[in-house]
């Protein structure tokens, strides 16, 4: 199976919470191939660091997530943005915007998934939002929390 993960759930690999053994096991299955978008890497950062100032983690975690996360990078296929990928957010954000409260790098997530992904692949996402919108477009979505 193909799984496109935002980082609201590829998050969950790297931090246990709710969610977690589920992202874990879609992951860790070599079977399975995993994609990404590069916006993943710049929020899994902006998220770990929250966590630190608000003392939620200490130096030492913040180090040994990090380095974990950048160990296991070669795990995923990385999609970089390109102009077909800008064009699809826009478009999104132009026809689902009035509906849905799509913010920006949600839409940028979706938006590689669509340009990039297979009708038979898998978006994975927290995102109750994200994920309806993603089913309202007729993709599979796959909740770790449900």
Not at 53 to 60: C, N
Not at 125 to 133: E, H, K, M, V, Y
Request: aromatic share 10%; proline share 3%; hydrophobic share 45%.
């Amino acid at each position: 199976m193909t799984y496109f993960f935002d980082t609201s759930a590829l998050f969950k690999k790297y931090r246990t919470e709710a969610g977690s053994a589920v992202a874990l096991s879609l992951i860790d299955e070599t079977s399975n191939e995993c994609w990404i978008s590069e916006l993943a890497r710049i929020k899994f950062f902006s998220a770990l660091f929250r966590l630190h100032r608000s003392l939620l983690i200490s130096d030492d975690d913040l180090e040994l997530q990090s380095n974990h996360f950048d160990a296991s990078l070669p795990r995923y296929q990385i999609s970089l943005l390109s102009p077909d990928i800008l064009a699809e957010a826009e478009f999104l954000l132009r026809t689902e915007g009035r509906r849905f409260p799509l913010r920006t790098l949600d839409s940028l997530h979706l938006a590689t998934f669509r340009v990039v992904g297979d009708p038979a692949w898998t978006f994975v996402s927290t995102d109750d939002q994200l994920n309806a919108i993603a089913e309202t477009l007729g993709h599979r979505v796959l909740n770790p929390l449900v």
